[in-house]
């Protein structure tokens, strides 16, 4: 059974850092991409930034360059969300997914920036 579970959201005032990571299993973690999306409320999830399988490949959206980084541990079937300078927009609910035929998510994890 695929399973991906979020952790490390929270509470952080504009200007923080927060690290969120993403642990997978059920399938053979070093053969898919995983990406990062989020959804805040009233607005349609978007995608935030993604890893490929082997190569380290990153895509980052627009609102995410220069302030997130995303890495992945094969050691431990994790990928990682580093982000830094948060601000108020960065407010919502961020979800790891990856795509195996059909798509796969977590069940989500907060990160709320105060201004």
């Known amino acids: 059974e695929v399973q991906l579970v979020e952790s490390g959201g929270g509470l952080v005032q504009a200007g923080g850092s927060l690290r969120l990571s993403c642990a997978a299993s059920?399938?053979?973690?070093?053969?898919?991409?995983i990406g990062w999306f989020r959804q805040a409320p009233g607005k349609e999830r978007e995608g935030v930034s993604c890893?490929?399988?082997?190569?380290?490949?990153?895509w980052y959206a627009d609102s995410a360059k220069g302030r997130f980084t995303i890495s992945r541990d094969t050691a431990k079937n994790t990928v990682s969300l580093q982000m830094n300078s948060l601000n108020a927009e960065d407010t919502a609910v961020y979800y790891c997914?990856?795509?195996?035929?059909?798509?796969?998510w977590g069940q989500g994890t907060q990160v709320t920036v105060s201004s």
């Open positions: 890893i490929s399988r082997s190569d380290g490949f990153t």
């Open positions: 997914n990856v795509k195996i035929r059909a798509d796969y």
């Open positions: 059920g399938f053979t973690f070093d053969d898919y991409a």
